[in-house]
């Protein structure tokens, strides 16, 4: 079965720095897809990132990257010029395609 | 925009008493999920389906049924809640081509107390 697995229950950032959530996974597939969810305080979760597996070019959108290590199952967000609303459960997920597979999850705190 | 709804935000029922969450998403959606949520837990996928009438059980299944007699509307159901049922419920859409995959929209989740 595949798993995913969030090593870092919560994190902290400073408003305006860097941050990097980490995620791996355990799987026998080669072709899958994966996420990064966001879900903020008593608000909807929404998709922040995906990436194909079969795409070698890391996924961007605005201040959100990951860093996508196929042969090390690795799959990291990284975070951007961090702003407040990035506060947040961020949930990394594998999927092929569905149902998906989800981590337990990071708490990101953002300090003013 | 993809909307997904949940029929409550917050649910209070007793032990053993039926409960019916119901999930409506606007976007012709082939796919449908339920899944609970708890601290420490992540998400878990509890029923799934990939059309009217048809349903697969997902990782934790046990004590939950479902239906799906139309494609914008999936109902969860709990035959006798009990307080082990107490938990955070969410429902995602998402649609599937040849080629793509969709992510999952997923609704604002209802948070079930049972007592």
């Known amino acids: 079965a595949q798993t995913v697995t969030q090593s870092q229950p919560e994190m902290s950032v400073q408003e305006a720095e860097t941050v990097t959530l980490s995620c791996t996974y355990d799987?026998?597939?080669?072709?899958?897809?994966l996420f990064w969810y966001k879900q903020p305080p008593s608000r909807q979760m929404i998709l922040v990132i995906r990436?194909?597996?079969?795409?070698?070019q890391n996924a961007t959108e605005n201040r959100f990257s990951v860093n996508f290590q196929k042969a090390a199952k690795s799959f990291s967000l990284k975070i951007s010029d961090s702003q407040l609303g990035d506060a947040a459960m961020y949930f990394c997920?594998?999927?092929?395609?569905?149902?998906?597979?989800f981590g337990k999850g990071t708490r990101l705190s953002v300090i003013a | 925009d993809v909307k997904v709804t949940q029929s409550s935000r917050y649910l209070v029922k007793r032990t053993g008493e039926k409960v019916f969450l119901e999930c409506v998403q606007d976007?012709?959606?082939?796919?449908m999920f339920w899944y609970r949520q708890d601290p420490g837990l992540g998400l878990r996928l509890i029923y799934f389906?990939?059309?009217?009438?048809?349903?697969e059980k997902g990782d934790i299944p046990e004590g939950y049924s479902v239906s799906r007699e139309k494609k914008e509307r999936f109902s969860l159901i709990l035959e006798s809640a009990s307080t082990n049922q107490t938990s955070m419920y969410l429902c995602?859409?998402?649609?599937?081509?040849?080629?793509?995959?969709?992510?999952?929209?997923f609704g604002p989740g209802t948070r079930l107390t049972v007592l």
């Open positions: 997920a594998w999927s092929r395609p569905t149902p998906l597979v």
């Open positions: 799987t026998s597939e080669s072709d899958y897809y």
């Open positions: 990436q194909e597996a079969y795409k070698q």
């Open positions: 976007m012709d959606h082939e796919n």
């Open positions: 389906s990939y059309d009217v009438k048809m349903k």
């Open positions: 995602a859409s998402s649609y599937t081509t040849p080629r793509q995959v969709s992510e999952q929209f």
